[in-house]
């Protein structure tokens, strides 16, 4: 069974930063591409960021572009989203997402919270 682990969230002024964590466990974490999507209150879960497997290929939302940056840890069966230069508009809950075969994965779910 495959389990993800979001942790990194919480509050922060407009312009500044924070990091969010995906520990993934149940699977190869190796094998697979990994997405962080993002759910603002009364919208759809929308689409952020996803870097492949094989190398480490990432493509990013337009409105994220060029501000956040997502990395992944082999080592530590670890995805990582770097969010810079904040806005309000960013403020969501942030899922963790991964396809094993045929089943999708997400995670619980981390508040992000941008103040102006």
């Known amino acids: 069974q495959v389990h993800l682990r979001e942790s990194g969230g919480g509050v922060v002024q407009t312009g500044g930063s924070l990091r969010l964590s995906c520990e993934m466990s149940g699977h190869t974490f190796t094998r697979y591409d990994m997405g962080w999507f993002r759910q603002a209150p009364g919208k759809e879960r929308d689409f952020v960021a996803v870097?492949?497997?094989?190398?480490?290929?990432?493509f990013y939302s337009d409105s994220v572009k060029g501000r956040f940056v997502i990395s992944r840890d082999n080592s530590k069966a670890t995805a990582y989203l770097e969010m810079n230069s904040l806005t309000p508009e960013d403020t969501a809950i942030y899922y963790c997402?991964?396809?094993?075969?045929?089943?999708?994965?997400w995670g619980q779910g981390i508040q992000v919270t941008v103040s102006s």
């Open positions: 870097i492949g497997w094989s190398d480490n290929s990432s």
């Open positions: 997402h991964v396809g094993v075969d045929s089943d999708s994965y």
